[in-house]
Nanobody, 114 residues
């Protein structure tokens, strides 16, 4: 059984930074692609960034150069460092593990507002 628990969301002013963290249970973490997705009110859930077990990175165009995804296989964690935040980054952010099935965390709210 895989469980994903996100933390680190909150309210930040435009131009600020936040760091999200996702702690995963289960031994398949090390061999799985991990990702962060987000869903804004009235919009579909969208990919933000992914990182494979080998460290290959993929980012949505809207966050390239501002967000950085990383993982620590010893701690079973995946982080998302978000810099230069914009109001349009406001959303619920979800951690994802791409295994035999997709696993999702409960989500953490990020609000960018002055």
């Amino acid at each position: 059984q895989v469980q994903l628990v996100e933390s680190g969301g909150g309210l930040v002013q435009p131009g600020g930074s936040l760091r999200l963290s996702c702690a995963a249970s289960g031994s398949i973490f090390r061999i799985s692609t991990m990702g962060w997705y987000r869903q804004a009110p009235g919009k579909q859930r969208e990919l933000v960034a992914t990182i494979t077990s080998g460290g290959y990175l993929n980012y949505a165009d809207s966050v390239k150069g501002r967000f950085t995804i990383s993982r620590d296989n010893a701690k079973n964690t995946v982080d998302l460092q978000m810099n230069s935040l914009k109001p349009e980054d406001t959303a619920v952010y979800y951690c994802n593990l791409r295994g035999p099935v997709a696993y999702w965390g409960q989500g953490t709210q990020v609000t960018v507002s002055s």
